[in-house]
């Protein structure tokens, strides 16, 4: 293992990497404090090259490695990596890594658990344990300890030895294609937008009037400036429930700020609390211009309750068959959905997850399958 603190080091460790077909990758990072994470070391493994990069080294220059990440000839794997990719999206300039490989989403499709944790996963497939000791390090401290380090190059040389196996079952199920359409939507420029006049795209309005929308959008567009002028978590401005109480009761003097349940106790006169009103009462002012354009959901129509139950146990049914974790195929407000309309705007009416799932669904709404019990299981039947 290499520890990487000078550019010249960085750049011939990148060199090798980019000859590999694929790097794994992870990082350490705190942001319990901040609204940007503080990026506190990299670690990546391809080959035989192992390294450790420390970004906070003076006067390193993190290009070489950022160059890899982009490079398309070279896949980039981590387990769980939205956080991950949330750092370099920043670093890179508002872009991402491509092409990347997602272990936890893959161990998904081969039923190896909903969400599954990387250490589970090391033990299930190759039967090795994970040494957590140096889990909550402070990673900013320095210098790191050789504990601290083999701790953290550790999680690539495991995820290096991973991904070979799990492509090797994913193509053995025929479900390659299904990880290659999650990576798609992983690398997503979209879920990983911070503009504070997008911010509100994160929480769902409860009504639909303009006047409501339009407090909504002022809150979390000033929530969301503030936090990231002032690098502390948006929860420590104001907590989700404050924006949907200022968007319901709509204040707009100091003292009517105040009377709100869950905004903190004197913040109406406060300077940010002085700056959310400006925002609001420029919002009410003209809530036609600040309301987003949201359509009102149509009315469900009545007796959705059984079939969204039936939905359920088809799910479960032909999750159990396929081996895979059924949030992987289907959430419980996709079923809603479905049951509500069999053109419904959901995952699991597109791509594998049709094929799989959603035209079975279809077909047991009109009828031309059934539930039967055989045997003590659930057994899904054409009709006659």
Known sequence: MQLITTTEALKEACARLAREP????????????????????????????????????????????????????????????????EIFHRLMGRTLPEPVFDTQTAAMALGLGDQIAYDSLVHALLKRHVDKSSRFTDWS???LSDKQLAYAVADVTHLRDLYPLIVERLAKRGRTGWVSEEMQALVDPAAYDTTPAHAWKRLKPRRYQKDYLAAFFAACTWREFF??????????????????????????????????????????????????????????????????????????????????????????????????????????????????????????????????????????????????????????????
């Not at 200022?246 to 940010?272: C, H, N, Y």
């Not at 959905?337 to 959603?358: H, K, M, N, Q, Y």
């Open 22 to 85: 694929f790097v794994a990758v992870d990082t350490e990072f705190l942001r319990e404090n901040t609204y940007w994470p503080i990026l506190c070391l990299i670690q990546a493994a391809g080959g035989e090259t192992e390294i450790a990069i420390d970004p906070l080294a003076a006067g390193i220059d993190l290009s070489p490695f950022l160059a890899l990440l982009a490079d398309r000839a070279v896949l980039k794997v981590f387990h769980a990596p939205r956080q991950d990719l």
């Open 141 to 143: 401290r320095r210098p």
């Open 227 to 384: 936090a990231q002028e002032r690098d502390i978590p948006r929860g420590r401005v104001l907590k989700d429930d404050a924006i949907f109480e200022i968007a319901e009761q709509r204040p707009r003097t100091p003292e009517a700020m105040d009377q709100l349940r869950a905004v903190p106790k004197g913040f109406g006169r406060s300077k940010g609390g002085v700056q959310l009103l400006e925002a609001i009462n420029g919002a009410l002012d003209d809530p036609a211009a600040y309301a987003p354009r949201i359509e009102r959901p149509p009315p469900s129509p009545p007796g959705l309750g059984p079939i969204v139950e039936l939905l359920k146990v088809l799910l479960r049914c032909e999750c159990e068959q396929l081996g895979v974790a059924p949030r992987l195929i289907a959430t419980v407000t996709d079923l809603e959905e479905i049951a509500a309309s069999d053109e419904a705007d959901v995952p699991a009416l597109t791509g594998w997850r049709r094929d799989v799932f959603g035209e079975k669904a279809l077909r047991l709404k009109r009828g031309e399958f059934g539930l039967v019990l055989k045997a003590g299981k659930v057994q899904v039947v054409p009709m006659p």
